[in-house]
């Protein structure tokens, strides 16, 4: 199983961005998607999180409104639209199997992480 984060760099506050995973070598349509992130000296922080179909969404509050998590089955990739983005948002973002509201890596699989960093 693989995945493989892209999309990050460097953005202005109030800047925007998008993420991208692809994932291979597990049945896509069939695992739950979260994206987690880490700040610098900080702990794993979930972000968001969708559902098998797409349609059903999760988002921590410090990025509900924000952010827009979003899926495509058939292209087998998880999306994470990052818009408003401020100088918290700050960190390495990892993509993950399953629901990871308490980020674990046990029993699951986890990217390498792209970093984002919000500065002017």
């Known amino acids: 199983v693989q995945l493989a984060e892209s999309g990050g760099g460097l953005v202005q506050p109030g800047g925007s961005v998008r993420l991208s995973c692809a994932v291979s070598?597990?049945?896509?349509?069939?695992?739950?998607m979260s994206w987690v992130r880490q700040a610098p000296g900080k702990g794993l922080e979930w972000v968001s999180s969708?559902?098998?179909?797409?349609?059903?969404?999760q988002y921590s509050d410090s990025v509900k409104g924000r952010f827009t998590i979003s899926r495509d089955n058939a292209k087998n990739m998880v999306y994470l639209q990052m818009n408003s983005l401020k100088s918290e948002d700050t960190a390495l973002y990892y993509c993950a199997t399953g629901f990871q509201y308490r980020p674990s890596r046990d029993q699951a699989y986890w990217g390498l992480g792209t970093q984002v960093t919000v500065s002017s």
């Open positions: 969708v559902w098998r179909g797409g349609t059903n969404t």
């Open positions: 070598g597990l049945t896509f349509s069939d695992v739950v």
